[in-house]
Antibody, heavy 121, light 112 residues
């Protein structure tokens, strides 16, 4: 079964850092390496916001303006894992963070269950 | 950034009746490769979003044929020919033609 499993969420104070991880199961990111793997967050108000993405093989990265300069996406081909380093966290970063992958261009067809990030003092 | 605007935001529907959700983009969504990367998702309570339609009008595996997607340019529509109880949830459109990828605000479908 194709699955994505996120981890690393938690409660952190404003200004703090967290590192999210996403592991593929039942497939490899490299198999669909021409396409993207993304972090998408869902706010408490249920809005969906694309946070960051990486084109797996080429390593090209993109970020939402709201996180540029604070978040960094990376991958580990050997561990078939995706990461999101989140620094200088703010209250409005509080959300459920999903790992999402494309199995074709523009796909966004496989979603994990999400990991919750809460930024609060 | 491409702004995606859905309407209505709330959609009460009688069982067996049709439903339609509109999604308008602030820019055309035709990619340089000729494809239009406009997807529809449904999210049920407590679940992750699930893709229903990709590239405007292609149904994902297991999606009933009462769901259909259409549109071009900047105007897109998701239609349900006869609403069933299991269709309750929040529906989102999304464009992946241009980064940043952007989503609509969501339309909550409920049974009257």
């Amino acid at each position: 079964e194709v699955q994505l499993v996120e981890s690393g969420g938690g409660l952190v104070q404003p200004g703090g850092s967290l590192r999210l991880s996403c592991k593929a199961s039942g497939f490899t990111f490299d198999h669909y390496g021409n396409y993207g793997v993304h972090w998408v967050r869902q706010t408490p108000g249920r809005d969906l916001e694309w946070v960051s993405g990486i084109l797996w093989n080429r390593g090209l990265k993109g970020y939402a303006d709201s996180v540029k300069g604070r978040f960094a996406i990376s991958r580990d081909n050997g561990k078939d894992s995706l990461f999101l380093q989140m620094n200088n966290l703010r209250a409005d970063d509080t959300a459920l963070y999903y790992c999402v992958t494309d199995r074709e261009a523009g796909g966004m067809d496989v979603w994990g269950q999400g990991t919750t990030v809460t930024v609060s003092s | 950034d491409v702004v995606m605007t859905q309407s209505p935001l709330s959609l009460p529907v009688t069982l067996g009746e049709p439903a339609s959700i509109s999604c308008k983009s602030s820019q055309g969504l035709v990619h340089s490769d000729g494809n239009t990367y406009l997807n529809w998702f449904r999210q049920r309570p407590g679940q992750s979003p699930r893709r229903l339609i990709y590239k405007v009008s292609n149904r994902d595996s297991g999606v009933p044929d009462r769901f259909s997607g259409s549109g071009s340019g900047t105007d897109f529509t998701l239609k349900i020919s006869r609403v069933e109880a299991e269709d309750v949830g929040v529906y989102y459109c999304m464009q992946a033609t241009r980064w940043p990828i952007t989503f609509g605000q969501g339309t909550r479908l409920e049974i009257k």
